[in-house]
T-cell receptor, first 117, second 112 residues
């Protein structure tokens, strides 16, 4: 998980509380992503960013917000936390590899385990 | 119907066995194919990526892509207990902001 830092590692929230999950990278990659992973399931894209100042919705954006004021940071904001948001949240960055530099493989942070009670 | 379907597992094999992990997909626009390994309570880590149909080998791991059948596989030879993890396949379209579509993962246990 080198290059992508996530804080906090664990958090318990009460219903209706809000919090910000932090993601920082030191690899100067333009593309950053937020995923959630529910138990026994794959990764679902919440939001992504192709560069500072540019963000877009993924598959499951409801209940979340993001901002990207710098290349390094991509925080995820939860407003009015709900039990359905109990999950593990992963931040990822993408680097271009392959012939012609036209593919993007992703590198993940260690994750934040969030429980909403 | 999901765009990417992954054999659900779980899979349990003895040490030294050959393991085959498989995904199918429905969108012919997918051009890049990745396999990630995820240990318990850790983030996914990239294992292999491929672009074209055919095989790509890296040590004990071989990634196979058959675009005509929309089918990809990851083979692990001489499996080790340290290979015990969840394996996720992922695919991307060209120029799609790097957004990958992931399978739900297959959990593998290699018993000593």
């Amino acid at each position: 998980n080198a290059g992508v830092t996530q804080t906090p590692k664990f958090r318990i929230l009460k219903i209706g509380q809000s919090m910000t999950l932090q993601c920082t990278q030191d690899m100067n990659h333009n593309y950053m992503y937020w995923y959630r992973q529910d138990p026994g399931m794959g990764l679902k894209l919440i939001y992504y960013s192709v560069g500072a100042g540019i963000t877009d919705k993924g598959e499951v954006p409801n209940g979340y917000n993001v901002s990207r004021s710098t290349t390094e940071d991509f925080p995820l904001r939860l407003e009015l936390a709900a039990p359905s948001q109990t999950s593990v949240y992963f931040c990822a960055i993408a680097t271009r590899e392959g012939a012609g530099g036209i593919t993007d493989t992703q590198y993940f942070g260690p994750g934040t385990r969030l429980t909403v009670l | 119907q999901k765009e990417v379907e992954q054999d659900p597992g779980p899979l349990s094999v003895p040490e030294g066995a050959i393991v085959s992990l498989n995904c199918t997909y429905s969108n012919s626009a997918f051009q890049y194919f990745m396999w990630y390994r995820q240990y318990s309570r850790k983030g996914p880590e990239l294992l292999m990526y491929t672009y074209s149909s055919g095989n790509k080998e890296d040590g004990r791991f071989t990634a196979q892509v058959d675009k005509s059948s929309k089918y990809i596989s990851l083979f692990i030879r001489d499996s080790q207990p340290s290979d015990s993890a969840t394996y996720l396949c992922a695919m991307t379209r060209n120029t799609n902001a790097g957004k990958s579509t992931f399978g739900d993962g297959t959990t593998l246990t290699v018993k000593p």
